[in-house]
């Protein structure tokens, strides 16, 4: 499920199956982030569309972006009314993204750093890939909890580990 916030799916619950069927998913990379947005048809056609009553085509526009943002409940979509998706088309990086980096923890800007260079990798061989969040689909890297701290006082040094998982996965995309 993805959780809409802002604007007319606001507060919205969206199964990943419907969104990746009705909505159009807009990957941009931009100075190491991976920005995901994903346009929303007019709030008043979603309901016509998923009970089949009207096309993807026939629900027209004007199409609504929501941008992929992390939160602490995990990542949720934000309606994108300040020009965020105009600066994505232009290439720029999201600025509030530094100011949230500096919350999370080590293992998840690792998981991100991986995730990012995956992600780039992939780009290159011709692959489709959509960037990661709770969308189901594409990568996404999850952190565990279980960790452990030792302490070699000879050498003084300080070991902590802990797992980042890694996950890619295959999405079917409507023709």
Partial sequence: MALFVGGPYDAMDIDQGLLNKFGCLMPFPAEGQNRLFV???PREKWDLLC???IT???AGGPLLPYERVFAPGGAEFRFSESGQF???LAGKPDTTWAKMRETISHEEKLGEKLENRLSEHLNSTQFSVIPPGTLGA???YTQSHETSCIFDKEKGLLVITGTVRLEVS???REA
């Fill in 86 to 88: 105009e600066e994505a």
């Fill in 170 to 172: 295959r999405t079917d």
């Fill in 138 to 140: 594409g990568m996404g």
């Fill in 51 to 53: 009970r089949g009553e």
């Fill in 56 to 58: 993807k085509s026939e």
């Fill in 39 to 41: 346009l929303m048809p």
